[in-house]
């Protein structure tokens, strides 16, 4: 099983970035999927769920601000994130089951 995460970068404040995880080796469809992050010398949090018929779930820091969403025939998850705010700064993982990515990098900075 392998997750492979992209889109992360540098934006200023306010801006938006679209991350996506794409995985192979694994039933994709009937699981759910998750967004986390992490900040240097923070522990790694829980930022989003999918479900399997696409229902999201957030946390209340990224709520209103990023989506959620999948694409099960291309084994494909998304976070659109909107309006950034430094605070978003981290490394952004996926998982599944109990598999993670490698992680890609966010920095909101002016």
């Known amino acids: 099983v392998q997750l492979v995460e992209s889109g992360g970068g540098f934006v200023q404040p306010g801006g938006s970035l679209r991350l996506s995880c794409v995985a192979s080796?694994?039933?994709?469809?009937?699981?759910?999927v998750h967004w986390y992050r992490q900040s240097p010398g923070n522990q790694r949090e829980w930022v989003a769920t999918?479900?399997?018929?696409?229902?999201?779930l957030y946390a209340d820091s990224v709520k209103g601000r990023f989506t959620i969403s999948r694409d099960n025939a291309k084994k494909s998850l998304y976070l659109q994130m909107n309006s950034l705010k430094p605070d978003d700064t981290a490394v952004y993982y996926c998982?599944?089951?109990?598999?993670w990515g490698q992680g890609t990098q966010v920095t909101v900075s002016s």
């Open positions: 080796g694994t039933i994709f469809d009937i699981y759910a």
């Open positions: 999918v479900g399997p018929a696409g229902n999201g």
């Open positions: 998982r599944i089951i109990n598999t």
